[in-house]
C-alpha cells in the first residue's frame, strides 16, 4: 500500500555523513543551496528544501552524470538507514527490489513501480506530487542506487539492459558506460530496465536473522504511516498517479489497497465520499496543477488527467471551472 505524501521529508544523519565522506560538508550545501545550517540540519525539512539541498549538491560537483556515479560508488553502505540496509541482507535480487518498492513509501517524495514482464524487469520512478519533479540529480542517483544494489548484493558486474530519463543528465557517455547500456535522455519517463534473469541472483550479503528483526520493525513504520492517513487521501493520490492515458477503476484502487471494492465503496462511505466524486477532484486538481506548466499543451493535459479525447477534456473542465482550459490557462 501506497500513502498520501505530504511536504515533510526526513533527512537520515547516514545522508551528511555520506557526503562528508565525498569531500562534501553541510555547510557547503547551505551555502549553494542558501539555506541556514540549522534548516538543513533538521532531521525533517520541506519538500523545497530536500530539492534544493539535491540541487546543490548537482551544483557542487559540476557535471549531474558524475555527481550521480560519484554518490552512487563512493556512498558506504553503513551509512544508510534501517530500510536500505534491509535490501542488502535480502535473499536475492529480486527479494532486494520489492523491499526497496515498498520502504520506499516510508521516504517521499518519490515512488518506484516494478514490473516483470517477458525477459525485463522495469522499474519506474513517478513523483508523488507529478507538478514538483525533483532535480535531475535526484532522479539519477535513485535509478543508479537500484543497479549499485544489485551490483553489491550479488558481487557480479551487473548491467541495465536500458535507461530512461525526462530531462538532460550531463554527460550521457558517462551514464552509458556506468549503466553498462544506452541511456535516453529525451524519454517520457524515469525507468531502469533489467535483465528479468538477474533478479534471481542470490545475495552474498544475505542474513535471515537480521532480516528477522528488521522486517517488523519496518512493517509496524508502514502501518503507522497508514493508520495515520484518512482513506480519501491515499485513494485520491492513488488515482492521481494512475490517470494519465486512462481512468482507474475501483477494482484497481482497491487491490492496491490491499481490499476487496465492497470495503472500500464502504470505507469512502464512512468518510462521506465517494469513488467517483474523488476522481472527479482528483481529475480537476492534477488539470489545474497541469495547466499550470505552459509547456503543456491542452493535449497533452487532457491525456494526463485520464481523457481519451480533447473534447470530453473540455466539457468536463467547463463544468469544473465555468471556463475553457484555453481561458482559465490565460487568466492564471
Known sequence: MQFQPNDRIKVHPGFWAGLQQLGIGADDIARTAQLSLETINKPVVTQSHYFAIWQAYSDLNGDTAEGIIKLATGYEISKYPPPVLAMYHARDYRDALNRMVRYKQMCPPESLQITEAGEECIIELEWLHKEQQGPPLLVGITLAFLIELGRRGTGQPLTAKRVEFSQPMGDVATLEAYFGCRVDTNSNYNRLTLERKDLSLPFLSYNEELLEILTPALDRSLDEQESNRSVTEVVKWIMKRSLTGKRPDIQTVAK???????????RLTEENTNFKQLLTEARREQARAYLADPSLDIKEVAF???????????????????????????RQ
Open 304 to 330: 494526463l488527467v485520464g481523457y481519451e479525447d480533447q473534447n470530453s477534456f473540455y466539457r468536463a473542465f467547463k463544468t469544473w471551472e465555468g471556463d475553457t482550459p484555453s481561458n482559465w490557462r490565460v
Open 256 to 266: 492496491e489497497l490491499r481490499m476487496s471494492d465492497r470495503t472500500l465503496q464502504r
